[in-house]
Nanobody, 125 residues
């Protein structure tokens, strides 16, 4: 069964960049749609970006459009989230998740059934 794990989180100053990676194990990403989500303390988990199986459909939350870029490399079984121009409000635990359903504009977490444990991203001066 597919398993995923996030890496690349850390502490960065406002305006800085981080690149998160989501790696698959025990199975392949091929055919799966991958989403990135985040959860800040006291808030619900929200969708950040998703990418379909052939990278032709990508959606971003309005709050990250123009700053974050999602991409995938199925040969390496990885999906990346490049985060630029980071803001303090981007501080959260970031999760990647996989689904055989669609990557939709709503980026709803309820259709994703394989989740990683998350990686902390902190944006602070």
């Amino acid at each position: 069964q597919l398993q995923v794990a996030e890496s690349g989180g850390g502490l960065v100053q406002p305006g800085g960049s981080l690149r998160l990676s989501c790696a698959a194990s025990a199975y392949t990403f091929t055919g799966y749609r991958i989403g990135w989500f985040r959860q800040a303390p006291g808030k619900e988990r929200e969708g950040v970006a998703c990418i379909n199986s052939n990278s032709r459909i990508i959606h971003y939350a309005d709050s990250v459009k123009g700053r974050f870029t999602i991409s995938r490399d199925d040969a390496k079984n990885t999906v990346s989230l490049q985060m630029n121009s980071l803001k303090p409000e981007d501080t959260a635990v970031y999760f990647c998740a996989a689904t055989l359903y669609y990557c939709e504009a709503a980026i709803t977490r309820y259709v994703y059934d394989v989740w990683g444990r998350g990686t902390q991203v902190s944006v602070s001066s």
